[in-house]
């Protein structure tokens, strides 16, 4: 994980937005994902998205993707209090997922 | 049943004693991946294998082994267990093509 970066971590108030940030520096992936861990559980697919989109909308969830300069954000409108968790991005060197260190959110109600 | 399959979920060894985390996936992809995951440090590659002949070493290969016994079967073993192996351990199976899909986890503590 150390060539993805991420911050650690968030705290946020139910309904608000939040948005979690990355910098990956693997420019020959084709896909770049979120994925949520609830705590206790494993890893879930949250989104992911193309190299070649800039944007990708799925419910709540927007990821944006800066290819020039290799930054991913994800953000989720009407935060609520399921979605407290740790966020991992990641990026496919050589098609292996090579996942940040997380981000973890903390909803407050 | 689970795509992934790991076993066992918990698991409490002595420092030294050998010990094998099982995974098996019934996804038919070639490849197959281990996983550790520390707090604060996000989940790092240990060993991955591309198909049943390819086994390749992962950012923290050190101390584990693995064996690729069959396409859903792939096993990673401590051979001498110490207590900073303690970790959360997951297996993976796919590729950018077709998505990954990850197993439960392994807790795994080392007294």
């Known amino acids: 994980g150390e060539d993805v970066e991420q911050s650690l971590f968030l705290s946020v108030r139910e309904g608000d937005s939040s948005v979690i940030n990355c910098t990956y520096t693997?420019?020959?992936?084709?896909?770049l994902y979120w994925y949520k861990q609830e705590p206790g559980a494993g890893l879930q697919l949250l989104t992911y998205?193309?190299?070649?989109?800039d944007m990708k909308q799925d419910q709540r969830l927007t990821v944006l993707l800066n290819k020039k300069d290799k930054h991913l954000s994800l953000r989720i409108a009407d935060t609520q209090t399921g979605d407290s968790a740790i966020y991992f991005c990641?990026?496919?060197?050589?098609?292996?997922?090579?996942f940040g260190k997380g981000n973890q959110v903390v909803v407050i109600p | 049943d689970a795509d992934v399959t790991q076993t066992p979920r918990n698991r409490i060894t002595k420092t030294g004693k050998r010990i094998m985390l099982e995974c098996s996936q019934t996804?038919?992809?070639?490849?197959m991946y281990w996983y550790r995951q520390d707090p604060g440090l996000g989940l790092r590659l240990i060993y991955y294998?591309?198909?049943?002949?390819?086994?390749n070493k992962g950012e923290i290969s050190d101390g584990y082994s693995v064996s690729r016994q069959a396409q859903a079967k792939f096993s990673l073993s401590l051979e001498s267990a110490i207590p900073n192996q303690t970790a959360l351990y997951f297996c993976a199976t796919g590729g950018q093509d077709y998505g990954y899909t990850f197993g439960s986890g392994t807790r795994l503590t080392v007294v």
């Open positions: 990641a990026e496919t060197p050589g098609d292996r997922l090579a």
């Open positions: 996804k038919g992809h070639d490849r």
């Open positions: 998205i193309f190299s070649n989109m």
């Open positions: 294998s591309f198909d049943v002949k390819d086994i």
């Open positions: 693997d420019s020959s992936s084709t896909y």
